[in-house]
């Protein structure tokens, strides 16, 4: 959105009174940072083997532990945070792209174009999609790329749904009417009036769907069909700690915990970014 | 020369109970500069008319007839060359101005947008065209107003806007889309002062459509009167008004005089009129040829009885 002046001031405002939202951002910057330092703030390598220091209890050399074959369980949920970040957020831009493209195609091109673009969208949709990503990914083999491939192919139907439906609300407004009163092209019309209407939804859907796909991905690794062991992954900790699940718990609280914390943070922002980029509450007051 | 020549304009659309009339051989010509009112009352066409000056009526739309523009006829345009017409050429300005601006995009932006579709120049030069018209049109303070969103701006500030927008160009011809009904009487006022001074300046032709015959008679050199599809009479603003030849046209200056309310008896449904005048259901006056043969315009008035 063209952020000028009183508007955007108005957002920051409301948006600061939403505690929730607040302590979300606070959570996410924080991942952020982590994932982005985390060769400089992790305090041992998160793949070195150390069979005489296995299952160790928190102490304080070892933050959290060390888990069955001695690495440093700190050093690994702090690089899971770069894994799972990093995958989400290409899932969730390729999703919008691709979601944001249909939907357009979808609500702004005329019956025809629609009834096929929506008819595929009932197929995928269908379908339970953790099911759907478990045969895409059974079928082309587990690695990140496919697992993003996945993930994906099931979950821009959401997106081009929300933008489907949207972009159809707003074309019958006036103000399109008066844009081609002044000569837009329809191109234009599509990414000058209409997009910057439906970006507000669209923001809001990423947002809430970042954790939705944080839980997928530590999912499909528990499984054994994402991210491949060693690399340092939530849902592979979370495997590996399960054998030992009563003789050293902390093997799979801290990465349970990470998870959890990480989906609530992404919750808790989806819902203030909603309240805060509904235009009308703007309006309103 | 006519400036704009509407000949034998016949648009309808098809519906459930039949097809809707909602232009019938129609004739109208609008001269340069000139003021030319078009009334009548809601549903009888005007707005479909409007649109079909503009290229803009729903694609169901069947449309017979020719719509000649400077000698050229409209409906043999390109949609490129007639997008190149819209909004430079022939501008419109609508009945709600705050629902005609983009909410999510700032209000000058807008206007230096519609700059920026016709003429190759930098967001900077834009800009200051923009400021320029906004000031022109008398919103105070163009320069700060020109970042504010439209739910910033009150229904009588946003029709200027929407006038800055269509008038850029300096347009040959405006079409003006009841632009006052939605404001309040002493900003219709204010609106109507700004309309009249920049068309004079500019030498706009104002295709000005109203269902208010004292907007009408303020501001109109010629006026057409529209009934269910059809231009039943057209003339010069003084003459028509002070003896008005149709029936219908004769009970919508009663209903607006000083002598008290009346109304004219049940609207009819568009669809259902098949032969024989358009208002002879309603007419005190209808005889026998009324109800079997449409009447031609003569004189001005379409009518069998004048």
Same mark, same amino acid.
């Given at each position: 959105? %063209? *952020?000028?002046?009183? =508007?955007?001031?108005?957002?920051?405002?409301?948006?600061?009174?939403?505690?929730?939202?607040?302590?979300?951002?606070?959570?996410?910057?924080?991942?952020?940072?982590?994932?982005?330092?985390?060769?400089?703030?992790?305090?041992?390598?998160?793949?070195?083997?150390?069979?005489?220091?296995?299952?160790?209890?928190?102490?304080?050399?070892?933050?959290?532990?060390?888990?069955?074959?001695?690495?440093?369980?700190?050093?690994?949920?702090?690089?899971?945070?770069?894994?799972?970040?990093?995958?989400?957020?290409?899932?969730?831009?390729?999703?919008?792209?691709?979601?944001?493209?249909?939907? =357009? +195609?979808?609500?702004?091109?005329?019956?025809? +174009?629609?009834?096929?673009?929506?008819?595929?969208?009932?197929?995928?949709?269908?379908?339970?999609?953790?099911?759907? =990503?478990?045969v895409i990914v059974g079928l082309l083999g587990s690695s990140v790329m496919n697992l993003i491939i996945a993930l994906t192919a099931v979950g821009w139907v959401g997106y081009a749904r929300v933008v489907r439906g949207s972009i159809l609300s707003i074309k019958k407004e006036l103000f399109i009417e008066s844009a081609r009163a002044i000569g837009c092209s329809k191109l234009r019309i599509a990414t000058h009036h209409i997009l910057p209407n439906i970006i507000s939804p669209v923001i809001v859907l990423a947002t809430m769907n970042m954790g939705t796909i944080i839980i997928s991905?530590?999912?499909?690794?528990?499984?054994?069909?994402?991210?491949?062991?060693? =690399?340092?992954?939530?849902?592979?900790?979370?495997?590996? *700690? %399960?054998?030992?699940?009563?003789?050293?718990?902390?093997?799979?609280?801290?990465? *349970?915990?990470?998870?959890?914390?990480?989906?609530? +943070?992404?919750?808790?922002?989806?819902? *203030?970014?909603?309240?805060?980029?509904?235009? %009308?509450?703007?309006?309103?007051? | 020369?006519?400036?704009?020549?509407?000949?034998?304009?016949?648009?309808?659309?098809?519906?459930?109970?039949?097809?809707?009339?909602?232009?019938?051989?129609?004739?109208?010509?609008?001269?340069?500069?000139?003021?030319?009112?078009?009334?009548?009352?809601?549903?009888?066409?005007?707005?479909?008319?409007?649109?079909?000056?503009?290229?803009?009526?729903?694609?169901?739309?069947?449309?017979?007839?020719?719509?000649?523009?400077?000698?050229?006829?409209?409906?043999?345009?390109?949609?490129?060359?007639?997008?190149?017409?819209?909004?430079?050429?022939?501008?419109?300005?609508?009945?709600?101005?705050?629902?005609?601006?983009?909410?999510?995009?700032?209000?000058?932006?807008?206007?230096?947008?519609?700059?920026?579709?016709?003429?190759? &120049?930098?967001?900077?030069?834009?800009?200051?065209?923009?400021?320029?018209?906004?000031?022109?049109?008398?919103?105070?303070?163009?320069?700060?107003?020109? &970042?504010?969103?439209?739910?910033?701006?009150?229904?009588?500030?946003?029709?200027?806007?929407?006038?800055?927008?269509?008038?850029?160009?300096?347009?040959?011809?405006?079409?003006?889309?009841?632009?006052?009904?939605?404001?309040?009487?002493?900003?219709?006022?204010?609106?109507?002062?700004?309309?009249?001074?920049?068309?004079?300046?500019?030498?706009?032709?104002?295709?000005?459509?109203?269902?208010?015959?004292?907007?009408?008679?303020?501001?109109?050199?010629?006026?057409?009167?529209?009934?269910?599809?059809?231009?039943?009479?057209?003339?010069?603003?003084?003459?028509?008004?002070?003896?008005?030849?149709?029936?219908?046209?004769?009970?919508?200056?009663?209903?607006?005089?000083?002598?008290?309310?009346?109304?004219?008896?049940?609207?009819?449904?568009?669809?259902?009129?098949n032969s024989g005048c358009w208002f002879h259901l309603r007419c005190p006056l209808a005889q026998e040829i009324c109800t079997q043969k449409m009447p031609k315009m003569q004189g001005g008035v379409c009518c069998h009885l004048c």
């Amino acid at each position: 959105m %063209k *952020g000028t002046g009183d =508007t955007m001031i108005d957002i920051v405002l409301t948006f600061r009174r939403d505690r929730l939202a607040v302590f979300g951002t606070a959570i996410l910057c924080l991942l952020t940072l982590i994932a982005l330092l985390a060769p400089y703030i992790a305090p041992y390598d998160p793949v070195e083997l150390n069979l005489s220091q296995r299952l160790l209890s928190p102490n304080i050399e070892h933050l959290m532990g060390t888990d069955s074959v001695g690495r440093d369980i700190l050093s690994r949920i702090i690089y899971g945070t770069r894994t799972s970040l990093m995958i989400s957020v290409v899932v969730v831009i390729i999703e919008v792209v691709f979601g944001v493209l249909v939907g =357009t +195609a979808a609500g702004y091109l005329g019956r025809a +174009a629609d009834e096929i673009l929506m008819r595929l969208v009932d197929i995928l949709l269908a379908f339970p999609g953790i099911i759907l =990503t478990i045969v895409i990914v059974g079928l082309l083999g587990s690695s990140v790329m496919n697992l993003i491939i996945a993930l994906t192919a099931v979950g821009w139907v959401g997106y081009a749904r929300v933008v489907r439906g949207s972009i159809l609300s707003i074309k019958k407004e006036l103000f399109i009417e008066s844009a081609r009163a002044i000569g837009c092209s329809k191109l234009r019309i599509a990414t000058h009036h209409i997009l910057p209407n439906i970006i507000s939804p669209v923001i809001v859907l990423a947002t809430m769907n970042m954790g939705t796909i944080i839980i997928s991905i530590a999912g499909l690794s528990f499984l054994g069909l994402g991210v491949q062991a060693p =690399t340092p992954e939530w849902g592979i900790m979370l495997n590996e *700690g %399960k054998p030992f699940m009563e003789s050293a718990p902390h093997l799979m609280i801290f990465p *349970g915990l990470m998870i959890m914390v990480t989906v609530l +943070a992404f919750n808790f922002l989806g819902d *203030g970014l909603r309240d805060v980029l509904d235009i %009308k509450t703007i309006i309103g007051s | 020369m006519n400036l704009l020549e509407i000949l034998n304009l016949d648009i309808s659309f098809p519906g459930r109970a039949g097809r809707v009339q909602a232009s019938y051989g129609a004739n109208l010509e609008i001269k340069q500069g000139e003021v030319l009112c078009l009334v009548g009352e809601s549903g009888c066409g005007k707005t479909i008319l409007a649109l079909s000056i503009m290229g803009l009526l729903p694609q169901n739309a069947r449309i017979n007839g020719k719509i000649l523009f400077n000698g050229q006829n409209l409906f043999s345009l390109q949609k490129k060359e007639m997008r190149k017409i819209r909004g430079r050429e022939i501008a419109m300005i609508f009945e709600q101005p705050a629902s005609c601006l983009n909410p999510v995009l700032g209000v000058g932006e807008q206007i230096a947008e519609a700059i920026r579709i016709h003429e190759n &120049c930098s967001r900077k030069v834009s800009r200051k065209r923009a400021v320029d018209m906004m000031g022109l049109v008398g919103i105070p303070s163009p320069h700060r107003r020109y &970042c504010q969103y439209p739910h910033e701006f009150s229904g009588g500030m946003a029709q200027r806007v929407m006038i800055a927008m269509a008038l850029v160009f300096r347009p040959l011809l405006l079409i003006a889309d009841e632009p006052t009904t939605a404001l309040d009487v002493t900003i219709q006022a204010q609106i109507l002062d700004l309309l009249e001074s920049l068309i004079t300046q500019f030498n706009t032709a104002l295709l000005l459509i109203t269902h208010d015959l004292c907007v009408a008679a303020r501001m109109g050199n010629r006026v057409a009167v529209m009934y269910a599809g059809g231009i039943v009479e057209k003339g010069q603003l003084n003459d028509v008004f002070k003896a008005p030849g149709h029936p219908y046209t004769q009970a919508l200056v009663k209903a607006a005089s000083n002598e008290g309310l009346v109304s004219i008896p049940e609207s009819t449904e568009l669809s259902l009129l098949n032969s024989g005048c358009w208002f002879h259901l309603r007419c005190p006056l209808a005889q026998e040829i009324c109800t079997q043969k449409m009447p031609k315009m003569q004189g001005g008035v379409c009518c069998h009885l004048c």
